[in-house]
């Protein structure tokens, strides 16, 4: 006698279907927590999560400067000071070009920045004089594009001197503050903007 | 109507499902895993021992320092290195590259091949050279 086989009905299938759905809730929700956790992580986007991140460039930043704008015992000029004396004034895209005098700077810039995947812009600000008026003006000197959201710059003031050589340089930007009075012949900053790439 | 072959259809759908979710759970461990909140104590740390050295060895302006004395001081043991920084109990390297790369001091433990660390890298100059430096601490 051949018994009837037993056939599962449609209906009975909800267990499985309510496993299903558990698996289901819990990657929907696994992907909730991972997305809200990681909003403050976006890089181009400013945050207070960004903070940590900002502290460190403002420190590599201020690094940079101080020791490319420092002259050393044995140097004439700085590294950033003996680039800004024999640039041609016209902007630098991707980085330092190779002309006299530029290599430390060049060295250096790429050693620390470019190689870290970190992003930099250098812009100079000067006095001029237009109309008979003396007016504050911002060149760029190296350019790598507009920086995100949380970039950081710093800042740090060169003194040029009559004495220094390259009129051809930045000394043409500006102008002698006083005359020939004093050794002093104007300042300029040097603005560095860092953002992470 | 008779479905005979459902039951094989799904069970198939089921492998593959399970299986799905098997490979998401397996690697969520590693897409989470650096979003996982971290203590931050030896991270300072070595921002303060980078910040001390500068400092305490610096030649009058900011980054700029006495290389012989900072060379002196990194000389000492790791125990008396961390006892004069106030750091007992944590492990601490120091080490002082040119821009190239290359080791000019070291001083301190060797790294591990594993560990939580606080890393912190700073830039430094001396008035006798025209070489600039980089100043790597690590505390684990």
Redesign the interface.
Known sequence: MVKDIVRIPADDKAQ?FTF?AA?ALM?IA?VI??IV??IP?TPLTSSAANVQVENILE??G???L???C?K????SFSPMKSALLYWDGEPMYGGVYDYPYSA?LK??LQ??LETEGIAYNIEIGYFTIINGTKTFRTAIFVWNGYPSDNSVTVSKIIPLYDSDPANQGIKTLTFDIDGNTTNLYNIIEVRLTLWRM | MERGQAGIDYLIA?TL?LAG?YI?FYL?TN??AP?AKERNDKQFIAEAISDYLLIEFGAG????VNFTSLQEFLSQDHENLTKSLGYEGFSINISVKD??GNIVITSGKTLPELADFGYV??????????E?F?LEVIVW
Not at chain 1, 72 to 75: Q, T
Not at chain 2, 61 to 64: H, L, R, V, W
Not at chain 2, 121 to 130: G, Q
Request: aromatic share 12%.
């Open positions: 499985t299903e698996m990657i696994l927590v991972f956790s990681a992580l420190s590599y201020s690094d940079i101080n020791v490319m420092y050393s015992d044995v140097e430390p060295t250096f050693q620390t | 089921i499902f979710v998401i969520s897409i989470i979003l302006e900011p980054n700029i821009t190239a890298k700073r830039f430094l100059a001396t008035p006798s050279t025209s600039r980089v």
